[in-house]
């Protein structure tokens, strides 16, 4: 009977689960009006107020001693994958690096899908296009 009880437990908590990541599949919270040809058209270089000018104002800024770091998104609670953007900038208010993570797993992972720095843009296309459409 124990046995019984376990295997159903278990059986229930995968069926719970299995809702949940249903329910609360891909979501996003991202800046209003953020595309991904807006986020492509931002270069390394460009100020502060420029980078406002085509993405609009950040959801949060935070300043280190080398990065002002411009915040485009938020984590979504119970959500199996959602995206982020960041707009780096340096000492200067100009763009360092822009760059975009698609976390998975409830958070518990993440993968770069977008990097443009003054050298290099590197890009997952499908998944980019997916989180920002």
């Known amino acids: 009977m124990t046995t019984k009880k376990a295997i159903l437990s278990f059986l229930l908590i995968v069926l719970i689960f299995s809702l949940i990541i249903r329910v609360f599949g891909t979501n996003s919270d991202l800046a209003k009006n953020i595309t991904r040809e807006k986020i492509e058209s931002i270069e390394p270089g460009m100020s502060y107020e420029k980078v406002i000018s085509i993405l609009g104002k950040p959801i949060k800024v935070r300043q280190s001693k080398t990065l002002t770091v411009m915040e485009y998104s938020r984590p979504v609670s119970f959500s199996k994958n959602y ?17 975009a993570k698609r976390y998975i797993w409830f958070g518990c992972d993440d993968e770069g899908i977008y990097l443009r720095e003054k050298e290099n843009k590197s890009m997952d296309k499908e998944k980019f296009e997916l989180c920002f459409n």
């Open 83 to 99: 995206p982020m953007l960041w707009v780096n900038l340096d000492r200067n208010n100009k763009v360092d690096h822009v760059y």
